[in-house]
T-cell receptor, first 113, second 111 residues
């Protein structure tokens, strides 16, 4: 599948700070960009997604931004809490890949009290 | 809504044995995906179905792996014969079009 690069691979922040995770993709036909959160020993859970017809989407403390020209999208978590600690995966889907998603390698986020 | 159901949740078997993993999608979902997750390789798509038809099986590692979806309510992933390097967590995800929801996974250990 097409590459999705995710950075950083690990991120440590203090409680209350913001966290930003960035992903870049190469398939210009991509039009769907979900983010998943996976806690230790659990399943990946869809937390937010964005489609190519919008540039930003917010849900409480979580926001995602999309720059189609530069082919990158980012997850922003504000006022982080210890329960935000998990591995976060970005993914990309588009017409060229049918309904399949290409996942990034994940970012391990640690929020310290 | 019970979510995606997978069974068994844990499987320990010996090398050479046949392993069958099962998945029941969320009712109304017409896409079904099988993934494998390991520390080394991350989350890998093995195969996906749309309306019970296999669309892309290019991620299936080798002929020892096979998957079926005989109806809209059930899918299996079979490994025969199993090898220690198949040890991983296998996730089934289902959805409508590209939005995917993951099942709890099956942790497979091949000794």
């Amino acid at each position: 599948g097409e590459n999705v690069e995710q950075h950083p691979s690990t991120l440590s922040v203090q409680e209350g700070d913001s966290a930003v995770i960035k992903c870049t993709y190469s398939d210009s036909a991509s039009n769907y960009f979900p983010w998943y959160k996976q806690e230790l020993g659990k399943r990946p859970q869809l937390i937010i997604d964005i489609r190519s017809n919008v540039g930003e989407k917010k849900d409480q403390r979580i926001a995602v931004t999309l720059n189609k020209t530069a082919k990158h999208f980012s997850l922003h978590i504000t006022e982080t809490q210890p329960e935000d600690s998990a591995v976060y995966f970005c993914a990309q889907g588009g017409s060229n890949s049918g309904y399949a998603l290409n996942f990034g390698k994940g970012t391990s986020l640690l929020v310290t009290p | 809504d019970a979510g995606v159901i997978q069974s068994p949740r844990h499987e320990v078997t010996e090398m050479g044995q046949e392993v069958t993993l099962r998945c029941k999608p969320i009712s109304g979902h017409n896409s079904l995906f099988w993934y494998r997750q390991t520390m080394m390789r991350g989350l890998e798509l093995l195969i996906y179905f749309n309306n019970n038809v296999p669309i892309d099986d290019s991620g299936m590692p080798e002929d020892r792996f096979s998957a079926k979806m005989p109806n809209a309510s059930f899918s299996t992933l079979k490994i025969q014969p199993s090898e220690p390097r198949d040890s991983a967590v296998y996730f089934c995800a289902t959805g409508r079009a590209d939005t995917q929801y993951f099942g709890p996974g099956t942790r497979l250990t091949v000794l």
